[in-house]
């Protein structure tokens, strides 16, 4: 008689599990046009500003667009836009135009085109109007966007934490310490904190409501991530920053009146 085959049950042993399996997928590559057409913007409109001061002895641009309280309470609504895209020195564009390439590049290519513009005007808007709302000061600068973009990839990167594994929490400690460390700066005169805090708001609040949410699809070998986000969620986020915080203006002009 021979002896029966000898098995992990028959010889009390424990299968050993099958090691994971780590799986590269790959994320549609998305050029930073947004970007760059922002910083274009940014420096043509900067070389205006200094060409008027040149010219004309005053900086035409901001004369023209940027956040002035009493100009926008007269009606001149365009001033919680423009600011953004105006600048008072070569260093302030340098530093924020720096700052728009590293956030931005990637942002955009999590974000798209689209959502990715909608997030930043969005984030500065919301920044102009706490701005105009709590500081009497005229102001300038695309930071009241940037901070936006600074609070979208916060919320971003956590709710889409298994995605980036290990890495989400360095990302997020390093998202709120460059966060704190510039709010702390911005308590120097002559800086804009409330537009700095209403345009992190702002972010954080569009990228709640629309950033992408990641999700698997398919079967091994042919896996892909997905945006389990519906489309109009960009515009559900873009119109609900917008009517809050427009909410924020009419509230501050009834209390004053």
């Known amino acids: ?41 940014c420096v043509i409109l900067y070389a205006g500003q200094y060409l008027s001061q040149l010219l004309l ?46 956030l931005g590049r990637n942002i955009e290519q999590a974000f798209g085109h689209s959502r ?5 005007i969005a984030a500065g808007f919301a920044g102009n109007v706490l701005s105009y709302v709590f500081s009497p000061n005229p102001s300038l600068g695309s930071s009241t966007a940037i901070f936006g973009l600074l609070g979208a990839e ?50 954080m609040l569009f990228a709640l409501l629309a950033c992408p949410r990641w999700q698997v699809t398919g079967y091994l070998p042919d896996v892909a991530i997905t945006d389990s986000r519906p489309g109009f969620s960009t515009w559900v986020g873009f119109g609900l920053v917008l009517a809050l915080f ?4 009419l509230i501050s002009r009834l209390l004053i009146h």
Request: aromatic share 10%.
């Open 1 to 41: 008689m021979t002896n029966p085959p000898t098995t992990p049950e028959s010889t009390g042993e424990v299968a050993a599990p099958a090691p994971a399996q780590s799986i590269v997928v790959k994320w549609p590559a998305v050029k930073p046009i947004v970007t760059y057409t922002l910083i274009a913007i």
């Open 57 to 102: 002895g005053f900086d035409l641009p901001f004369a023209l667009g940027g956040k002035i309280n009493a100009a926008i309470t007269a009606g001149e609504l365009w001033r919680l836009f423009s600011p953004m895209f105006l600048h008072g020195s070569i260093i302030h564009l340098g530093l924020n135009m720096y700052a728009l390439i590293i």
């Open 116 to 120: 990715f513009t909608a997030l930043f």
């Open 154 to 203: 916060a919320v971003f990167v956590y709710l889409n934490r298994k995605f980036f594994g290990a890495r989400s929490k360095p990302i997020l400690i390093n998202a709120a310490v460059v966060a704190g460390i510039n709010l702390v700066l911005g308590l120097s005169p002559g800086i804009d904190n409330w537009g700095h805090l209403g345009g992190l708001l702002g972010g």
């Open 246 to 249: 427009s909410g924020a203006i």
